[in-house]
């Protein structure tokens, strides 16, 4: 299929196209070498599949690139204009592996485990320009927030973007029993590729954060006892039934992180404590939320996948 060579559904590519598809994947690693040009491409899928993975239900981060290039909507023809026979060909190899392409609302294609139900999601370009859809519903985001509660800034933007970036085991300990959060707003989880498990405390401030307070709920010391308890306290994790201390704490605002909130804050944890401290600030979020397509805080939220399950 990315040869094009036996189907009319993919388009040719010679020897200097396969090296720009492979370009065009943000693999230039990739140049054809001059032999033939499906047993390298093969060998290059080895590789690329031989990649680490992030979720053993899928392949790599890498493969699921390369089908999101291959069926790049852009590349229709008139005889399949929206890429359906493409996907009907390219499902009839996945399949075999228990998986699954389709096209999601946003007409990329992704994968999913037909068994698992686990679904890919292409490592985007984190650090690039935005389009201008992106920039538009940058701005959204950007309003929501704005009037938004500490509560709903939790619930409807920092969790769905976490679950996008793949933490697993979300908890939120809400605001209703301050004397059980212990420091933190949720906790939650993170695989390795060796398997390991990381775990993570998030304290989640609506405003800016910086030196000097201008309200309690915005004091980087009121952040600074909420971080200590954070860091010195177990949590339980119901999977493995086993209490746990936190690898890392994140430090979460709707507003800005002052360079100097961040300096008043390190001068005071100990060196093993820095090194466990995380910032992230509202344009890391505005970004992160609008590069991973987490849905938007202000629209309704449908199950875009639910329809097309094919068992």
Request: charged residues 30%; negative net charge; aromatic residues 8%.
């Amino acid at each position: 299929m990315i040869c094009g060579t036996e189907s009319k559904h993919f388009k040719y590519r010679s020897s200097s196209y396969l090296s720009e598809f492979f370009e065009d994947c943000d693999m230039e690693q990739y140049v054809h070498d001059g032999s033939t040009r499906k047993w390298w491409v093969s060998s290059v899928l080895e590789e690329i599949l031989a990649q680490p993975a992030d979720d053993s239900a899928l392949p790599s981060l890498g493969f699921q690139t390369v089908i999101q290039v291959l069926m790049d909507i852009a590349d229709s023809t008139e005889t399949d204009p929206d890429r359906k026979a493409a996907l009907t060909e390219l499902n009839a190899s996945l399949s075999r592996e228990g998986l699954q392409a389709f096209y999601a609302n946003d007409n990329r294609c992704y994968i999913r485990n037909t068994k698992t139900g686990d679904i890919g999601r292409p490592g985007p370009v984190v650090d690039r320009a935005l389009s201008k859809d992106e920039v538009e519903r940058r701005a959204r985001l950007t309003a929501f927030i704005d009037g938004a509660s500490e509560d709903e800034l939790t619930e409807k933007v920092i969790l769905p973007l976490l679950q996008a970036l793949r933490f697993q085991r979300i908890s939120i300990a809400g605001h209703k029993d301050k004397a059980m959060e212990f420091g933190k707003d949720l906790w939650m989880k993170y695989r390795l590729p060796t398997r390991h498990w990381l775990y993570f405390g998030l304290q989640v401030k609506r405003g800016k954060i910086d030196a000097s307070a201008r309200s309690k709920n915005e004091n980087i010391a009121e952040v600074h006892n909420q971080i200590t308890m954070m860091l010195g306290h177990e949590i339980f994790d119901p999977d493995i039934n086993k209490k746990s201390l936190v690898d890392h704490a994140i430090i979460v605002a709707g507003g800005e992180i002052t360079k100097q909130a961040r300096h008043w804050l390190g001068e005071r944890l100990n060196a093993s404590q820095r090194s466990q401290i995380l910032f992230m600030d509202r344009d890391e979020i505005l970004h992160l939320f609008v590069v991973h397509n987490v849905p938007m805080p202000d629209e309704e939220r449908t199950e875009e996948f639910e329809d097309d399950i094919p068992f």
